[in-house]
């Protein structure tokens, strides 16, 4: 059974910085393209961040200069260190795994997390 399981959301005031991380299982970790997608109130699932299994990144527009994503396949870990948080980066943020090379959208993801909760206070 694939697992990934998502920590490091919380409370943060804006300009402040979390790093998220994502422990998979059941699957063979370097053979996906992993990210992070975010679902604020009110508002759809969207890609965030996705890295290849060479280490490939897209970010969206919005996040770029203050997000990193990162990945140890040894730890089958993903992270996204995520700095100058707005009130606006508020949403429960997934992790996922699709197929290698997958375009970073939510329909292209086989595996999904539950998601952790990330506030940011103005």
């Known amino acids: 059974e694939v697992q990934l399981e998502e920590s490091g959301g919380g409370l943060v005031q804006a300009g402040g910085s979390l790093r998220l991380s994502c422990a998979a299982s059941g699957l063979t970790f370097d053979d996906y393209t992993i990210g992070w997608f975010r679902q604020g109130p009110g508002k759809e699932r969207e890609g965030v961040s996705c890295v290849s299994s060479d280490g490939n990144t897209y970010y969206t527009d919005s996040v770029k200069g203050r997000f990193t994503i990162s990945r140890d396949n040894a730890k089958n870990t993903l992270y996204l260190q995520m700095n100058s948080l707005k009130p606006e980066d508020t949403a429960d943020y997934y992790c996922?795994?699709?197929?290698?090379?997958?375009?970073?959208?939510?329909?292209?993801?086989?595996?999904w997390g539950k998601g952790t909760l990330v506030t940011v206070s103005s």
């Open positions: 996922a795994a699709g197929v290698d090379y997958t375009d970073c959208i939510r329909y292209a993801m086989d595996y």
